[in-house]
């Protein structure tokens, strides 16, 4: 089936600082999404994309849909102890694909 | 509050024994999902529902079965043919499997199955 590759793979910041994963595809996707998964819990989505070049954002949080259909980032601006968590990126066609996930670890 | 339930939360199991995963949603959403989570790895797909007494495979069903008997409920069967299967496991819905709707996957909070 179709990978998504995200990286990095885990970060380690200093609250206040700024955040930046991404994801990328050998397969176009129609939708890219992203999610957070804090320890123990299951996945809750933050920012739904649906066009390609769109940018939103959410908060703190904003994400963009590449151009190419092919690939996604999330940024997070002043980070903060609760932004801790597992960050998923995800493509939609007629199924759904999932990233690997950047584990995020903030340091008060 | 509207949401889905997993149970239990946490389930040892010997090898070799059959364990059923609950998940029940009160959302009146259409279509169900299953998924498996491993260290490192993406969420993995097992089996999927759109409607009542009908589902499909995913891309790891071998080992597992599921039913749908009611919308609100879709239970996971972990069978003693699924060769590994200590994971975390969560159950999602959506209101529809096209559509805008189908993007908003809702997850319960996930069952941690480990073999003994």
């Known amino acids: 089936g179709q990978q998504l590759n995200q990286s990095p793979q885990s970060m380690f910041i200093q609250e206040g600082e700024d955040v930046s994963m991404n994801c990328t595809s050998s397969?176009?996707?129609?939708?890219w999404l992203w999610y957070k998964q804090d320890p123990g819990e299951g996945p809750v989505l933050l920012i739904a994309?649906?066009?390609?070049?769109e940018l939103t954002s959410n908060g703190r949080l904003t994400a963009q849909f590449g151009i190419t259909r092919k690939d996604s980032f999330l940024n997070i601006s002043a980070s903060i102890p609760s932004d801790v968590g597992i960050y998923f990126c995800a493509g939609r066609n007629n199924d759904m694909r999932f990233g690997a996930g950047t584990r995020l670890t903030v340091k008060p | 509050d509207g949401g889905i339930t997993q149970s239990p939360k946490y389930l040892f199991r010997k090898e070799g024994q059959n364990v059923t995963l609950s998940c029940e949603q009160n959302l009146n959403h259409d279509a169900m999902y299953w998924y498996r989570q491993d260290p490192g790895q993406g969420l993995r797909l097992i089996y999927y529902s759109q409607i009542v007494n009908d589902f499909q495979k995913g891309d790891i069903a071998e080992g597992y079965s599921v039913s749908r008997e009611k919308k609100e409920s879709f239970p996971l069967t972990v069978t003693s043919a699924q060769k590994n299967p200590t994971a975390f496991y969560l159950c999602?819905?959506?209101?529809?499997?096209?559509?805008?709707?189908?993007?908003?996957?809702?997850f319960g909070a996930g069952s941690r199955l480990t073999v003994l």
């Open positions: 999602a819905s959506t209101r529809d499997i096209r559509g805008s709707g189908a993007n908003v996957l809702t």
């Open positions: 994309l649906y066009k390609a070049g």
């Open positions: 397969s176009i996707f129609n939708t």
